[in-house]
């Protein structure tokens, strides 16, 4: 009897606790669904109501979700809620204010995911974090190392690669076969990435393939951080990013750093790499990157931790971002012929006049500006984040587009929208039409500067341009003064895939050898 009526009271007790849960859970909801300052935004309802809405729009719109973002703000204006908690802004008036120096709009918890497990604990990483002491630590060390003259050193390792792609891609001249030169692009990325971490390439040119699985190693911690960073929650449940580590490890094993660390005087061989900087600058006091705790070796040596950043850093900002740059710059260089000519005029008679050598410096590519004006045409017309970079709004909230949002909102600017607002870029904003860059005035260029937000923006901008802007000011003039490309199927377009970033497949080119002036290939 004594066990029936216990039971009886357990449950009451269960339904009682759970119907609290679910009204607590369910005035929250209508709470955040008609909190001021959102819920005169308009946006689709089912937003406005879960998050769910914004998981759906990641894994649904694998193949759509960046043009969903223009769609509903062509419809909706410059402000459109996409969740109980986040307003997409479409203003580049707003763009100081979110991303701006100084402002005190921090990364949203989008940015966990992004967080990886480390000796048991999730540690937090100079791109995810929200703390502003930590992530000027973090950056002001190593900034310099990431600097025109600091990347000018690494050039020979770039020309490594490019020799053995351009090799490769001779093969297929040679045999008359059809390419898709997408994977070779990014192969050509990890290994630049590999050659300038740590003077060792990963071998994907070589072999032609995905060396360790570290390229769908990375995709699949994409499609974790896409998914996931909508429900940051989540993340510490799901061991935070085990595949993140999986991966880096794969591609930074102990044994790796052990074999170029030999007595522990990588930094004294004076190679040109960034492992070699970091453990000069950790011996010489330059840098102490902010992770003691997890140091292993003796305090003045560099530290695992520091190596694990280094790596993680280059080979996940660094090489996916490039490749799917390249990838955008050829696919519109090969569907515009007027644009593709007049580069090549800028090429040629940069070689044949000397001011360009046949594997173009840094220098070189800096001194063609149409190459430099296709290169941003391309990213502006395919953004490689698909996703709004997201910041909340600080405390005391703050107007945005004129509208009074509460702190805490989540906001951000997805660049696959504003890099279509023809104020900014014209009318034409859907062609690819790189001499806006180089013929618009001063006043229009700078603001079409503000508003190019493939890097990001402010305090939070990309610490890679000029690497990335290097290895593809490089690689473009050598393909294209070795080969004439053509696109293979005129009836089949690539295919684009957003999760974080927004990826291409089925790039299908045919290449013929060009012929120099004396005749030879
Ligand atoms: C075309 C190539 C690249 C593109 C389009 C790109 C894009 C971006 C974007 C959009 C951000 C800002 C993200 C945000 O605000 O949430 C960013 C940040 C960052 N990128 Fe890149 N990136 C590229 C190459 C690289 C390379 C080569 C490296 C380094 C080897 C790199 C390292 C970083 C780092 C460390 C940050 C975080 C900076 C900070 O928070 O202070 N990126 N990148």
Known sequence: MLLGY????????????LSAFFSYWFARKIYH??????RELPGPKIASWTRLWRVWAVLSGMSTSHMKFRQLHEKH???????????????PAAIPKIYGFNNKYLKSDFYHAFQAPYKGRIVDNLFATQ???????????VAHRFSMSSLAGMQSSVDGCTKILLDKLRGFADKQEVVDIGPWLQWYAFDVIGAITFSQRFGCLESGSDVGGLISGIEDTLKYVGVVGQLPELHPWLIGNAKLITTIQKLFPDNQIKKYDLEGKYYQSKKEDF????????????????????RVSPANEFADYDIFWANNTQSFAGSDTTAIALRAIF????????????????????????????????????????????????MRLHPIVGQVLERCVPKGGDFLSGHYLPEGTVVGIHAWVIHHDPSIFGEDHEDFRPERWIENSAEKLKNMEKCFLAFGAGSRVCLGIHLSMMEMGKLIPAILHNFQLEWAYPEKDWKLETVWFTKQTD????LKARQKADGTP
């Open 6 to 17: 216990v039971q009886q009271n357990a449950i009451i007790i269960s339904y009682y606790l």
């Open 33 to 38: 669904c008609f909190k001021p300052g959102l």
């Open 77 to 91: 204006g410059k402000l459109v809620r996409v969740g109980p908690n986040h307003i997409s802004v479409a203003d």
């Open 131 to 141: 703390s502003t002491e930590f992530h000027k630590s973090q950056r002001s060390q």
């Open 275 to 294: 492992l070699a900087y970091y453990m000069g600058d950790s011996v010489t006091g330059k840098i102490r990157l902010d992770h003691d705790d997890l």
């Open 331 to 378: 696919y519109y260089l090969l569907k515009s012929p007027r644009v593709y000519a007049k580069l090549m005029t800028e090429i040629d008679s940069g070689i044949s006049a000397g001011h360009v050598s046949e594997m173009a410096t840094l220098d070189n590519s800096m001194k063609m500006p149409y190459l430099q004006a296709c290169m941003k045409e391309g």
């Open 507 to 510: 790039l299908f080119v045919r």
